[in-house]
């Protein structure tokens, strides 16, 4: 079996208003096996990943360059006090899954308690239960039982399962589309 771990630590703007969640960062962004592919890894870091364009439309309503560095990303994160995290910490993968960045794989080893969720520095925690909750996926009974995990892991009430608001994956649609879908939910936690 081979390690697969996540080691971005959760971003905490000085001024969050809400928390975006996703399982876990891409396979680019993972240790495998004690090794790091990309450095620095951060969420959605990937230039195929449609994420940052699609906040950028969101919260913007324009279309800007893409962000580029990490330094950008996180300074727009601080000016929208938008904290991200995932709830996968690591998980035990056989070879040939390891480069299968499905969440279906998650939810498979979780399936198989081959899966650790993350645990969290206080800070993040309070803002855990007091936050607007968002999570970049769909909604699936396996997510759910995943989030219960992590609830738990964090001393989260299990109740606050039912107020995540579950945006569609996006990596799939163009960002002007996808953020058309996110902007009623999303904009009421502003």
């Not at 609830?151 to 953020?179: D, S, Y």
Request: proline share 6%; aromatic share 12%; with cysteine.
């Amino acid at each position: 079996m081979i390690q697969s771990k996540d080691i971005i630590p959760e971003y905490i703007p000085n001024n969050t208003k809400l928390i975006l969640l996703g399982t876990m960062c891409s396979v680019n962004a993972r240790e495998i096996d004690g090794v790091v592919k990309n450095a620095p890894p951060f969420f959605y870091h990937d230039n195929r990943n449609r994420f940052w364009k699609i906040l950028q439309y969101l919260l913007e309503d324009i279309d800007n360059p893409p962000f580029l560095s990490v330094a950008e990303k996180k300074a727009y994160l601080e000016k929208w006090g938008v904290a991200i995290g995932n709830v996968v910490d690591t998980m035990e993968l056989k070879k040939g899954e390891c480069n299968d960045a499905s969440d279906e794989i998650i939810y498979s080893a979780f399936k198989k308690n081959r899966v650790l969720t993350k645990k969290v520095r206080p800070k993040f925690r309070k803002l855990l239960q007091t936050k607007p909750l968002f999570f970049t996926c769909k909604r699936k009974p396996k997510l759910d039982r995943l989030l219960l995990d992590y609830f738990k892991k964090n001393k989260v009430a299990p109740a606050r399962l039912e107020e995540v608001v579950f945006l569609h994956t996006p990596t799939r649609k163009a960002h002007a589309t996808l953020a058309e879908i996110w902007r009623q939910d999303f904009l009421s936690a502003f």
